[in-house]
Structure formats: structure tokens, C-alpha cells
DNA sequence: TCAATATATTAGAATATTCTAATATTCTTG
DNA sequence: CAAGAATATTAGAATATTCTAATATATTGA
């Protein structure tokens, strides 16, 4: 798959917002299996989470599975755990 | 050196624009020592390349050094190459 | 020193992002 | 079906980003 500055840049700037960095970073760590729990690690309100995970949906960063009352997040785009990997170096 | 996602967000805010993307992008490729031809290629003023620089060096990516009237511009954050080189993948 | 070349800075309008508060939707269970 | 739980959406104010146009600064060579 070949590199684009349009697509790709667009995915970093998704990724460029520190709550935003701190979920993908969580979900590789943890299941997302709970967004109340998400909401109150990271100290914002539900509204807010709800809109920065949509943002990470469209920009395909993650995927929702609804599991009942629950939505479960995880990152669908395989790219993103080796751009996190990156930044530890 | 571990990720903190306050900084390590900042860095790919910053990569987060297709116009500064392509110029990190062209500079592992390239050396950076023509900023008209970077402008040419881009099809940007040059104002506007100059501002993108700027935020490129403010953010720890890119360094300068001056040589007679141009400038050099050069990666200087080892990370950067891994990140672009995920987004191939 | 003066003009030319190369790059940087400033100002400001247009647009985009971010957050809170309020409300809506969806699903489950009694 | 009604109520509760979990998440999503909307509206809108505050702030940030992006670009163009104009101007400024720095360096070199005649």
C-alpha cells in the first residue's frame, strides 16, 4: 500500500489530539468494551468522548461492534499500532 | 523514551497536513536546501511554505541551518522516518 | 553601499476544531 | 410498554488553523 499525503495526513491529524492519542494508546492495551470507564480515565464528560471516538470512526482509526447497551471500540486500521510503536522509540 | 501523548499528539498534529506531510515526506527523499523548488513542486506561495516550516521546526521535526542565503531544512526527529515508513505499510 | 536573492514575519479574513449543555436514540429488563 | 443504562447527536460559543497579500530581514556580489 503506497503512501498518499491527502489519506495519510488525515489520519495523523485524527490521531493529533492528546484525548484522541490516549483512547487509540488505551484500546491497545485494553478492550473497549466501556466507554463510562474511558470517560472517567480520561477525566471528560460522555459527550465529549462520544464525539472524539466518532471522529476516529470516520477516520477509520477505529470500528464499533454494539454488544447490547454497550458499544465495543477497537482499532481497525493496522497501521496505527506501529505509528504508536514509533513514538516509544 | 516513553510516549506521552500530550507531546507525542503535538508531533503528529503537526504532521497532520497533507502540504507538511508531503514536504517531510520529500525530504527523506531529497535534501531540503531549495525552498523555491519545495514552493515549485508544492504549488504553494512561498509564504505559505515558509509557515509550514515554521511549525515544522517549532515542533521539534525539522531543523534549520542557514547556508549563505538559503536554508537547509533536515528531519531531526528520528521518529518521523518510522512514522512515515508505518503509513506505507 | 545597492540591488538581487532567499526566506521570514505580520495582519487579517475565512474556515475548522473543540468543548459544554441539552436533548435524542437504542437497547434491556421488569 | 415504561424506566434505566449506555451512547450519540445537536447547537453554539470560544479558540485555533489556514491561507493570501503585504512587508521585513538577511546575505551575497557588483
Redesign the interface.
Known sequence: ???N??K???????????I???IV?GLMEHDGCNVSKMVDNLGISQSNASQHLAILKRSGILKATRNGTKTCFSISD??VA????????
Open positions: 500500500m503506497s503512501f499525503a491527502e495519510d495526513s488525515e489520519l495523523l491529524k485524527a490521531l493529533g489530539h492528546p484522541r492519542l490516549k494508546a493496522k497501521r506501529n505509528i504508536i510503536q514509533a513514538l516509544k522509540k
